[in-house]
T-cell receptor, first 113, second 111 residues
Framework: DTAVSQTPKYLVTQMGNDKSIKCEQNLGHDTMYWYKQDSKKFLKIMFSYNNKELIINETVPNRFSPKSPDKAHLNLHINSLELGDSAVYFC????????????FGPGTRLLVL | SQQGEEDPQALSIQEGENATMNCSYKTSINNLQWYRQNSGRGLVHLILIRSNEREKHSGRLRVTLDTSKKSSSLLITASRAADTASYFCATAPFDDYKLSFGAGTTVTVRA
């Protein structure tokens, strides 16, 4: 069974469009994360929710909005997509607490044309 | 900002050889974690070493931590083709959920 799943796996879209990426985990974790990995493989934290409460909100454009309907799901909505948004977006989850091991999803490869 | 920095950026070795990569960081940590990423996949947790530990083993993996030098190393012994991947260190502060990842070391194991 997949522990952390993301949909879609690939997303190709035009500049200016709005898109969403969904993430679900069945590990019973309270904490979920969104990361962006650029073309040089540098991984940067974007957001984190703990039991549906936003706890990490890094400096990202406000075109990016996370939503956590329950602690097993964390979605990422991106408005007015730009070329620079092209990247791989990873969802992860962990038990609550500083320094916990994180479990990553397979990634969503976003290409903005 | 980026906390861990891996060295070297890339490593190519023959199957059966050992691979060593290093990670340096800047601030105090609660623990340091190593992850592997196969091409086109998500990251997989390999090993966690706490700030009061100096060495840890898991199968063919050996991790050391020197908090006085703010550095860690990951050794993969008797490498296999399946070890071909990027390896990332991630530092965890005491009071934050955030992990800070380095840019990774890309390891290629030649058959």
């Amino acid at each position: 069974d997949t522990a952390v799943s993301q949909t879609p796996k690939y997303l190709v879209t035009q500049m200016g469009n709005d898109k969403s990426i969904k993430c679900e985990q069945n590990l019973g974790h309270d904490t979920m994360y969104w990361y962006k990995q650029d073309s040089k493989k540098f991984l940067k934290i974007m957001f984190s929710y703990n039991n549906k409460e936003l706890i990490i909100n890094e400096t990202v454009p406000n075109r990016f909005s996370p939503k956590s309907p329950d602690k097993a799901h964390l979605n990422l909505h991106i408005n007015s997509l730009e070329l620079g948004d092209s990247a791989v977006y990873f969802c992860a989850s962990s038990y609550p607490g500083a320094g916990e091991t994180q479990y990553f999803g397979p990634g969503t490869r976003l290409l903005v044309l | 900002s980026q906390q861990g920095e891996e060295d070297p950026q890339a490593l190519s070795i023959q199957e059966g050889e050992n691979a060593t990569m290093n990670c340096s960081y800047k601030t105090s940590i609660n623990n340091l974690q190593w992850y592997r990423q196969n091409s086109g996949r998500g990251l997989v947790h390999l090993i966690l070493i706490r700030s009061n530990e100096r060495e840890k083993h898991s199968g063919r993996l050996r991790v050391t931590l020197d908090t006085s030098k703010k550095s860690s190393s990951l050794l993969i012994t008797a490498s296999r083709a399946a070890d071909t991947a990027s390896y990332f260190c991630a530092t965890a502060p005491f009071d934050d959920y955030k992990l800070s990842f380095g840019a990774g070391t890309t390891v290629t194991v030649r058959a």
